[in-house]
């Protein structure tokens, strides 16, 4: 069994897109996904590298991702690396696809300067909980995470 984990293209935005609805599918929010192949290509070769992305394959099959991009911690005083997306397909959890994909974000992460790796997990998925905390992830439950999208990003956008 081989385990390779290489960065992905653009040609790969068809792949990750059906990875992001798995996940989407497995948190129970699969009607939030609107993004394309089209926008998943844009991203992906963007100049400025908003989007990055890892993919997983076993035995030259395509079986997971991590897609990142790049923030700031004002407090380090440096860049940060930002996990949005991390998935393995269920029928391949196990192998240790997951771990190599993180493995593989850390080091990339402190080998250009990162002064972390942050990610967020659903408060009731345990299995992946228990995964991060096995690999010496620490949660932050002093940090409360918000967001405005869609029509609130819209209207507060717009208020006088």
């Given at each position: 069994?081989?385990?390779n ?9 068809e ?13 129970k ?53 930002y ?9 391949h ?38 995964f ?29």
């Amino acid at each position: 069994m081989s385990l390779n984990i290489r960065p992905a293209t653009i040609a790969d935005a068809e792949l990750i897109l059906g990875f992001i609805t798995e996940l989407a599918i497995y948190e129970k929010a699969e009607h939030e996904v609107i993004a394309s192949i089209d926008d998943i290509r844009h991203s992906l070769q963007d100049p400025l590298g908003y989007a990055r992305a890892l993919v997983a394959e076993l035995d030259g099959e395509a079986v997971g991702f991590a897609l990142y991009f790049l923030s700031y911690s004002t407090w380090l005083g440096r860049k940060g690396m930002y996990l949005e997306d991390l998935y393995v397909s269920s029928k391949h959890r196990g192998v240790g696809a997951g771990k190599a994909l993180l493995k593989r974000l850390a080091q990339i992460a402190h080998d250009s300067g990162c002064g972390r790796l942050e990610w967020s997990v659903l408060d009731w998925n345990e299995p992946a909980i228990q995964f991060y905390e096995s690999i010496g992830a620490a949660a932050q439950p002093e940090w409360i995470r918000y967001r405005l999208a869609g029509d609130s990003l819209k209207t507060f956008a717009q208020a006088d």
